[in-house]
Nanobody, 129 residues
């Protein structure tokens, strides 16, 4: 079965950087959509970044230009490089994968197909001012 395991969270001061990684196993779909969501206390989970099997990327407006998603095929890893971090980026970050790449992008980040996603256990990111 599909397993997603995140790592790389931690605490950093505003303006700093963190790199999250997600090791993906058991994912055998021909078309993929993978990415990152986050959830801050008292808020709904929101999409951050996605990457599909065509290499197309999408980002939430709040992180565009600061975050970069990438995939390391050799290590079955999806990474999220986060630069210029702000206190409002503080949240639990979850790696996610959809069973199809056809809905990837802005719609997926806004919740399309949410109930069919595979999820990691989450990694905490805390940004202090």
């Amino acid at each position: 079965h599909v397993q997603l395991v995140e790592s790389g969270g931690g605490s950093v001061q505003a303006g700093g950087s963190l790199r999250l990684s997600c090791v993906v196993s058991g994912y055998t779909y021909n078309t993929y959509c993978m990415g990152w969501f986050r959830q801050a206390p008292g808020k709904e989970r929101e999409g951050v970044a996605s990457l599909d099997f065509r290499g197309r990327m999408a980002y939430a407006a709040s992180v565009k230009g600061r975050f970069t998603i990438s995939k390391d095929n050799a290590n079955n890893t999806v990474n999220l490089m986060m630069n210029s971090l702000k206190p409002e980026d503080t949240a639990m970050y979850y790696c996610a994968a959809a069973p199809t790449g056809l809905l990837c992008g802005g719609s997926w980040l806004k919740g399309a197909g949410y109930e069919r996603n595979y999820w990691g256990q989450g990694t905490q990111v805390t940004v202090s001012s």
